[in-house]
């Protein structure tokens, strides 16, 4: 069996994620279902977790979900993270740059763009549909490997734009991180929604989302704001289905 709660999982969040897993955990063992003593961290939490046929639970990117896994895996539910602007369970992007770089969202996309992974929904696939929206085109210039990285190799000058998960954005901020401080938000995305609770095919997906909704309700109001966990919603998958794909890296520059 395997659990894991990577997406959000640094600094203060561990510990957050540690007590909300243990609520999980009890909840599913009440009724009679097994479920692993721990998360489990670092690679294994990401895509051997998500291709497990022991799956218990997870949290996934919408974008390896509506590409890769929506018809392999069972869709949980939806973490509603309560973000100004956005409906119950969305999300949005928010593009960064140096604090005393006050170029334009136009200006900067010419420049040395950051993303974390090419099957990104926030840091990949919501920026460039947004970019090319505006008739822009981005330049990647750096696959960094994770939103912070991102906004580190920005704030380092190795970069001169990123676009970080809204929710990540946020934890920074409050946690203090010197990348963030160094960074200022340029502009956002449209909302899409937030990354998906999943669990192995023929998971007795009513079951683990009423548990899973309790768990998130027994959080002390403290875990709730650390992990910007306000509650859970149901969004079918169809709605991440319908999210569009943007063309990958190396059609706007071969060979990164």
């Known amino acids: 069996m395997i659990a894991s709660l990577g997406m959000y999982d640094a600094g203060p969040a561990m510990a957050a994620n540690d007590r909300l897993w243990a609520a999980i955990r009890d909840g599913l063992r009440a009724r009679g279902l097994p479920a692993p003593e721990g998360l489990t961290r670092g690679e294994g939490a990401y895509w051997p977790a998500w291709e497990s046929p022991d799956l218990v639970l997870s949290q996934t990117c919408g974008y390896p979900f509506r590409t890769r896994l929506h018809h392999r895996v069972s869709l949980i539910g939806t973490p509603d993270p309560g973000l100004p602007g956005c409906p119950p369970g969305h999300y949005r992007s928010v593009f960064v740059a140096r604090a005393d770089d006050l170029r334009s969202l136009a200006d900067l996309a010419e420049a040395r763009f950051a993303f974390n992974e090419d099957l990104s929904q926030s840091g990949w696939a919501a920026p460039v549909t947004h970019l090319l929206g505006m008739g822009l085109q981005p330049r990647p210039a750096l696959r960094s490997g994770g939103h912070r990285l991102s906004a580190r190799a920005v704030a380092e000058g190795r970069a001169d734009l990123a676009a970080l998960d809204a929710v990540t954005w946020a934890m920074m901020q409050a946690d203090g991180d010197p990348a963030a401080a160094a960074l200022r938000g340029v502009a956002e995305t449209a909302p899409t929604p937030t990354l998906p609770y999943i669990a192995a095919a023929g998971t007795d997906r009513d079951t ?34 319908a999210v569009p794909n943007p063309p990958p890296p190396a059609h706007f520059q071969p060979g990164i």
């Open 208 to 241: 683990l989302f009423a548990v899973l909704q309790a768990a998130i309700a027994g959080l002390s109001a403290a875990d709730r704001n650390t992990l910007h966990l306000q509650g859970l919603v149901a969004i079918p998958a169809e709605a991440y289905l």
